[in-house]
């Protein structure tokens, strides 16, 4: 009998990841396809038009990802000023109750808070963070970052080169506001 060789492990499929406005949006967004959402609570999102999740949506929300083997990341990217720390870290307990998939970051200071009170979940800086070149990709991974979300601004040749000398992932926009 003739053994073969294990066929090397194929290329991974890109993610397909939406964003969610609400607990519609979201249900939406898997029914059609998406292996992942992003979505804000209430506060710390710059998703400013989007009608945001509850607490309560968004643990209706995980709950149904979680039924759909699908992905939620929430988006804590705004920038956060010293008044605002209290009310950052009581929502990081509540998300350390349920967490999500990864965390959306524009800001050190919330990253920083994000790997102390959840360590071990993925961090992804946002695109509010403006990460133009593969210097400052290195920075956010030595500071524990998992994946830049890319500026709209980026060529493609740019993209590629900041793949190909980073060992974050790379998100980058498809379709959009712009």
């Known amino acids: 009998m003739a053994s073969l060789a294990p ?6 499929l890109p ?10 949006c979201l249900r939406t967004a898997f029914r059609f396809g998406a292996d992942a959402v992003y979505l804000g609570l209430r506060s710390f ?5 989007a009608k945001n999740f509850s607490p309560e949506d968004y643990l209706l929300g995980l709950q149904y990802a979680r039924r759909q083997q699908k992905q939620v990341y929430v988006a804590l990217n705004s920038q956060v000023r010293d ?33 102390r009170r959840l360590p071990g979940l993925p961090l992804h800086i946002s695109t509010q ?9 290195a920075l956010w991974h030595n500071l524990g ?12 040749d740019e993209l590629t080169t900041m793949v190909r000398a980073s060992p974050l992932d790379l998100e980058a926009f498809v379709h959009g506001a712009m």
């Open 45 to 49: 999102s710059m998703r400013n038009r």
């Open 145 to 156: 970052a998992t994946r830049i979300i890319a500026p709209r601004e980026l060529s493609l």
């Open 7 to 12: 066929n090397p492990s194929p290329q991974p």
């Open 83 to 115: 008044a605002d720390l209290p009310q950052l870290d009581q929502t990081l307990d509540f998300l350390a109750d349920a967490p999500p998939d990864a965390l959306i970051v524009a800001d050190p200071g919330v990253l920083a808070s994000c790997a």
């Open 15 to 24: 993610e397909l990841l939406a964003p969610a406005a609400d607990l519609d």
């Open 129 to 137: 963070a403006n990460t133009m070149n593969s210097r400052a990709a």
